[in-house]
């Protein structure tokens, strides 16, 4: 129940096109829900969140599409570029805990 | 503010050594937590602070692992007796409370040979 299922395990997009990762989860204490983009040899920065009072968030070229009944999220990127080549991975958290519980990542690769 | 900061970047350790890594946070965080991350998977919840109560631990965190934050600032993981599988990337976050966004270090990569 502590689980966040996330796909596809990796991602060929061409420049300009558009990448969508999916994530599932059970816990529905679950009340914050990130995506985090991380480059090789860096820490995970974080790209975006939702909370379940809204479906969708907006910022630039990333979305997220929250389904709160159907227990899943995802990231779009708009026009993706050379530049988004990295791993995403979405957590969620909820509830008394400080736990973020990620996926399992998403390796992106943007071809020019 | 000058993000979180992780020493030492790298370490290398003979198995059955001990190793203690340091995470300074964002000053005005007072909450501190570590991830593991090993190669192809999403960061593991180790342990998480407030100030300097450690309120919540991973049951991966065994009795080889400890954590302490002594005066609510920085943060220290001691691991003894290390063992091959420890061989990870160990991050350190830190955020405020109350708000959900956790500002991660570049971590600590440990090899255990």
């Known amino acids: 129940q502590q689980q966040v299922k996330q796909s596809p395990q990796s991602l060929i997009v061409q420049k300009g096109g558009i990448s969508i990762i999916n994530c599932a989860y059970e816990?529905?204490?679950?009340?914050?829900f990130p995506w985090y983009q991380q480059f090789p040899g860096k820490g995970p920065a974080l790209l975006i969140a939702i909370r379940p009072d809204v479906s969708e968030k907006k910022e630039g070229r990333f979305t997220i599409s929250f389904n709160k009944s159907a227990k899943q999220f995802s990231l779009h990127i708009m026009d993706s570029q050379p530049g988004d080549s990295a791993t995403y991975f979405c957590?969620?958290?909820?509830?008394?805990?400080?736990?973020?519980?990620f996926g399992q990542g998403t390796t992106l690769q943007v071809k020019p | 503010d000058t993000g979180v900061s992780q020493d030492p970047r790298h370490k290398i350790t003979k198995r059955g050594q001990n190793v203690t890594f340091r995470c300074d946070p964002i000053?005005?965080?007072?909450?501190l937590y570590w991830y593991r991350q090993t190669l192809g998977q999403g960061p593991e919840f180790l342990t998480y602070f407030q100030n300097e109560a450690q309120l919540e631990k991973s049951r991966l965190l065994s009795d080889r692992f400890s954590a302490e934050r002594p005066k609510g600032s920085f943060s220290t993981l001691e691991i003894q007796r290390t063992e091959q599988g420890d061989s990870a990337m160990y991050l350190c976050?830190?955020?405020?409370?109350?708000?959900?966004?956790?500002?991660f270090g570049s971590g600590t990569r440990l090899t255990v040979v």
């Open positions: 816990n529905t204490a679950f009340d914050y």
């Open positions: 000053s005005e965080h007072n909450r």
């Open positions: 957590a969620a958290n909820g509830g008394n805990t400080g736990k973020l519980i």
């Open positions: 976050a830190s955020s405020s409370q109350g708000q959900g966004k956790r500002t």
